[in-house]
């Protein structure tokens, strides 16, 4: 397993752990940014700097009981890996659109980017099984 591919996994083993907040982004290069390309729960997408990582993480770390990300391959080149994996997860609370025990699941592409072993840029392309209505 390359450099790369471990600091991947360990991202996605954090997200699952309920680390959020700066714990979070103590993964990360203080310029990071994601990339969300349009989908079910974003239709129009968008992207995001190193604060709005910080509060999305930890509002996500509130609204959700369990998450987990199956992954099924990573594809490194360089400092750039390509994953493919499931997320899954159990919605904690009534929330918006989202209810209690109400269970979520989309099939990812993500491409990560590291430097200096740190997270730097991630885009995802993310396919949702449930839509939910804003």
Same mark, same amino acid.
């Given at each position: 397993?390359? =450099?790369?591919?471990? %600091?991947?996994? @360990? ?8 680390? /959020? ?8 290069? =203080? =310029? $990071? ?10 239709? /129009?997408?968008? @992207? %995001? =700097?190193?604060?709005?990582? !910080?509060?999305?993480?930890?509002? *996500? ?9 199956? #992954?099924?391959?990573?594809? $490194? /080149?360089?400092?750039? +890996?390509?994953?493919? &994996?499931?997320? /899954?997860?159990? #919605? %904690? ?7 209690? *025990?109400? !269970? ?14 740190? #997270? ?6 993310? &396919?949702?099984?449930?839509?939910? +209505?804003?």
């Amino acid at each position: 397993m390359t =450099d790369v591919e471990t %600091a991947v996994r @360990t991202l996605y083993r954090a997200l699952e752990d309920g680390l /959020s907040g700066d714990r979070l982004l103590a993964l990360m290069t =203080d =310029d $990071v940014v994601t990339v969300e390309h349009p989908n079910a729960l974003r239709p /129009s997408g968008g @992207t %995001a =700097d190193r604060e709005a990582m !910080r509060v999305a993480s930890t509002a *996500g770390a509130q609204l959700l009981e369990t998450q987990r990300y199956d #992954v099924r391959d990573v594809i $490194v /080149s360089g400092d750039v +890996a390509a994953v493919r &994996c499931t997320w /899954s997860a159990v #919605v %904690a609370r009534d929330a918006g659109p989202f209810r209690r *025990g109400q !269970r979520l699941r989309a099939h990812l592409a993500q491409f990560v980017t590291l430097r200096g072993g740190l #997270v730097s840029r991630i885009e995802t392309y993310d &396919c949702h099984e449930v839509a939910v +209505a804003d």
